[in-house]
């Protein structure tokens, strides 16, 4: 069995954590917390074994009494991967501690592309991720950008996308961030970094994005024109994101909901953990085909959970657990109970 370790335990790490629990190719050997806070306790609790990163943090668990297994060091020596899900830029500075143990280490969006050999989302580029020893999983925005443009290039070809991107201001746990009260250009000058970091992972695609952070926490919704070189349908692009993994249509009408608060009410209904929603929801009113070429739609992304999935799979592509990318996805999401095709109507 591989044995994964966790590096960060919040909002990506415990999610991952989690799904690691569910996957039957991959074990979680324990997750690295700094502080013993309720989330090391509920941890504990739950079975997971808690390192820390050193002596400091020892000594503090060991004061708090809640159970330590070993430093960080020592864990390493004992894994065959490590998922690095620290805050931006603090992946970076473990990445000498991954190398010194010979490890492979997936990297989260917030680090600089540079962390690693390769930017990744398995629709676009399983391939090019086997065997590296260190994978970036892009960022919750550019994996719904990705998993869209991905989808949509296997049956026809996109030409360029201009997209307008609704960030949450923060997620529903940071208490310190912000707007409260407004739409903040993100950034004023354009473009946004979002088309940018799609790049990393598809140099040939002519793309640009403007993004505005506004106050909410449940999730982000984009603006989308793809551009495409042949002819299509309405019909034709419903029914490809109907078949494509991690998309899922949201009737608006036939389900009574038109935002991201009513979506998110009913993936807790559903009685999904923590209210988390793998998939990119496509609002499927929104889909529009004008000429021919140009799609339009609009599309909302659960920013807590949406990279969780891409997670596992960058493991296997790194570990060469699983040579094609599509049998890894349909490993994943059958575990983490993913539903493809039309939110509620879909088998
Ligand atoms: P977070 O702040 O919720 O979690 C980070 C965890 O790492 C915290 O528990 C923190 O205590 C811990 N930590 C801090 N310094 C550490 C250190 N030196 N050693 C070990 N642990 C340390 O952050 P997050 O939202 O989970 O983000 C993690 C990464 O995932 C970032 O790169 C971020 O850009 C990316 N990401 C975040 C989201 C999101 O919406 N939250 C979505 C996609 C990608």
């Known amino acids: 069995m591989i044995k994964v370790l966790v590096n960060g335990y919040g909002t990506i790490g415990k999610r991952v954590a989690w799904a690691l629990r569910r996957q039957s190719d991959l074990t979680l050997y324990g997750v690295v917390k700094r502080r013993p806070d309720y989330s090391a306790i509920l941890a504990v609790k739950s079975g997971i074994d ?3 990163p050193g002596e400091e943090e020892l000594r503090a668990f060991e004061e708090s009494g809640v159970r330590v297994a070993g430093l960080l060091d020592d864990a390493l020596g004992r894994v065959d991967a490590v998922v690095d ?5 603090v992946g970076r500075k473990y990445k000498g501690l991954y190398v010194k143990h010979g490890v492979k280490a997936v990297f989260q969006g917030g680090e600089a592309p540079d962390v690693a050999q390769v930017s990744f989302n398995p629709l676009c580029n399983y391939s090019e991720a086997l065997g590296k020893d260190f ?14 443009i991905c989808s949509l290039n296997r049956y026809f070809t996109v030409d360029r996308v201009r997209a307008v991107i609704v960030r949450r201001g923060a997620d529903p746990k940071e208490v310190r961030r912000g707007p409260i009260n407004a739409i903040v250009l993100n950034p ?3 473009p946004s970094h979002h088309g940018v970091d799609v790049k990393t992972v598809l140099p040939w695609l002519d793309i640009q994005t403007a993004a505005f952070a506004v106050p909410t926490t449940l ?9 495409l070189k042949e ?9 490809v994101l109907e078949g494509s993994p991690r998309i899922v249509l949201v009737g608006a009408e036939a389900l009574g909901v038109s935002s991201t608060a009513e979506l998110a009410e009913v993936i807790r209904d559903m009685g999904r953990a923590r209210g988390d929603m793998y998939e990119l929801a496509v609002w499927e009113e929104s889909v529009t085909v004008i000429d021919g070429r140009e799609v ?3 599309q909302s992304v659960h920013q807590e959970s949406i990279v969780v999935p891409e997670n596992v799979d960058a493991l296997r592509a790194a570990l060469s657990i699983e040579k094609d990318g599509e049998r890894s996805i349909n490993i994943t999401d059958t575990a983490l109970g993913l539903v493809g095709g039309w939110l509620l109507w879909s088998s």
């Open 50 to 52: 808690v390192y820390v």
């Open 296 to 298: 339009m739609l609009t």
């Open 219 to 227: 999730m982000h919704t984009h603006f989308i024109q793809v551009f």
């Open 85 to 89: 899900a620290t805050p931006g830029g």
């Open 188 to 190: 004023p000058k354009l």
């Open 231 to 239: 002819g299509v349908t309405r019909e034709d692009v419903v029914r």
């Open 135 to 148: 994978i970036r999983v892009v960022s919750c925005n550019t994996t719904a950008l990705l998993r869209l």
